[in-house]
């Protein structure tokens, strides 16, 4: 990707988190949100604001780093191994610092590392591509026991009654 082309899409990402952090400023006043009694949606705004607020200084530390690379002439090549980004990549995020298999290594490594982690991961089945997708996991591993266990109870419900006549 040559100099000129970088710049512009960075200085579009920079108006970008600039406006969005203008925005994130101006929420709406504590009287809007919920009532005296219960002010969960008070707190749900704060919590909201929070994370937004963290994911934008990633991102504006991201778009610093991204412009010391391209003042350094390093831009467009990750920042792990030194390989070139394709610009197709960068095009989509012009702050990406990994290729997208360093970045997918990445994400495994910290899911890994992530005991407590919840979301889509499943510790036995995560993210796996299934041959046939209307058979869960579950399913699947089932099928593939030798020894299947016998009909079980039904899962209904079930009533213990006396039909004898009196």
Not at 22 to 47: F, I
Not at 50 to 70: I, K, N, P, Y
Not at 120 to 147: G, K, W, Y
Request: charged letters at 35%; aromatic letters at 2%; hydrophobic letters at 35%.
């Amino acid at each position: 990707m040559d100099q000129a082309h970088a710049q512009a899409l960075l200085a579009g990402e920079r108006a970008r988190l600039e406006r969005l952090l203008a925005a994130g400023s101006g929420g709406p006043s504590p009287e809007d949100l919920g009532d005296e009694v219960d002010d969960a949606d008070r707190r749900d705004a704060e919590e909201t604001a929070t994370a937004v607020d963290q994911l934008l200084g990633a991102r504006w530390a991201a778009l610093q780093r991204a412009e010391a690379r391209l003042a350094a002439g390093s831009y467009g090549r990750s920042v792990r191994s030194g390989r070139p980004i394709p610009d197709e990549r960068l095009e989509a995020d012009p702050l990406a610092e990994l290729t997208v298999e360093e970045a997918a290594a990445a994400e495994r490594g910290a899911l890994e590392e992530d005991d407590d982690a919840v979301g889509l991961a499943s510790a036995d089945h995560p993210f796996e591509v299934l041959q046939d997708a209307r058979i869960t996991p579950e399913e699947e591993q089932a099928s593939d026991e030798d020894d299947e266990p016998g009909p079980g109870p039904s899962p209904g419900i079930h009533v213990d009654r006396d039909d004898r006549a009196r």
